[in-house]
T-cell receptor
Framework: GESVGLHLPTLSVQEGDNSIINCAYS??????FIWYKQESGKGPQFIID?????DKRQGQRVTVLLNKTVKHLSLQIAATQPGDSAVYFC?????????????FGTGTRLKVLA | KAGVTQTPRYLIKTRGQQVTLSCSPI?????VSWYQQTPGQGLQFLFE???????NKGNFPGRFSGRQFSNSRSEMNVSTLELGDSALYLC?????????????????FGEGSRLTVL
């Protein structure tokens, strides 16, 4: 079946270092891949997305890489800050008959160490 | 502009009862999706509504239902509650584009309604 999974459930990173959060997906029929950040007690917040016809997209301190050959998605956070501590979800967005749906991974908890 | 508003934020029910959760999307957004979030399963898609019509449905039993009103506000209902229904229920809105082939990818989530079933 289709699934979106994560390699690591918890990632601990020293403040100031770069973070890399990985995600594997099994279904290549999708329009977008998205990363969300969820802080404790809050709903998920959109970080960055990437179209399936791209392999890299950059935002402010974040970069998303898409490797369709191995069906792998990653989120890179530069100069990780304490405020980056949260659970990060990857998701794939699939289009079916003109509409779309999202499949989320189970999440990776990022802990930033002072 | 105001974000997605979900009510109630917290509620406790007992097995066999039913519950109704409400979601007010961002003004102008016509698509509302519902997700169930549990520690072990992550975010599981329940259903999506657009212009009062259910467009997509996840793999949940018929005890889970929803609807959308003409003002885009949405409700979801869970009947005959089970212990396993304890979860954070998240609502997400997006502008939605009827018939559009591709999407922009962004969902705007509310803070959720945390349901505990005893």
């Amino acid at each position: 079946g289709e699934s979106v999974g994560l390699h690591l459930p918890t990632l601990s990173v020293q403040e100031g270092d770069n973070s890399i959060i990985n995600c594997a997906y099994s279904n290549s029929a999708s329009d977008y891949f998205i990363w969300y950040k969820q802080e404790s007690g809050k709903g998920p917040q959109f970080i960055i997305d990437i179209r399936s016809n791209m392999d890299k997209r950059q935002g402010q301190r974040v970069t998303v890489l898409l490797n369709k050959t191995v069906k792998h998605l990653s989120l890179q956070i530069a100069a990780t800050q304490p405020g980056d501590s949260a659970v990060y979800f990857c998701a794939e967005s699939k289009t079916t008959s003109g509409t779309y749906k999202y499949i989320f991974g189970t999440g990776t908890r990022l802990k930033v160490l002072a | 502009k105001a974000g997605v508003t979900q009510t109630p934020r917290y509620l406790i029910k007992t097995r066999g009862q039913q519950v109704t959760l409400s979601c007010s999307p961002i003004s102008g957004h016509r698509s509302v999706s519902w997700y169930q979030q549990t520690p072990g399963q992550g975010l599981q898609f329940l259903f999506e509504y657009f212009s009062e019509t259910q467009r997509n449905k996840g793999n949940f039993p018929g005890r889970f239902s929803g609807r959308q009103f003409s003002n885009s506000r949405s409700e979801m209902n869970v009947s005959t509650l089970e212990l396993g229904d304890s979860a954070l229920y998240l609502c997400a809105s997006s502008p939605g584009r009827q018939g559009r082939i591709s999407n922009t990818g962004e969902l705007f989530f509310g803070e959720g309604s945390r349901l505990t079933v005893l």
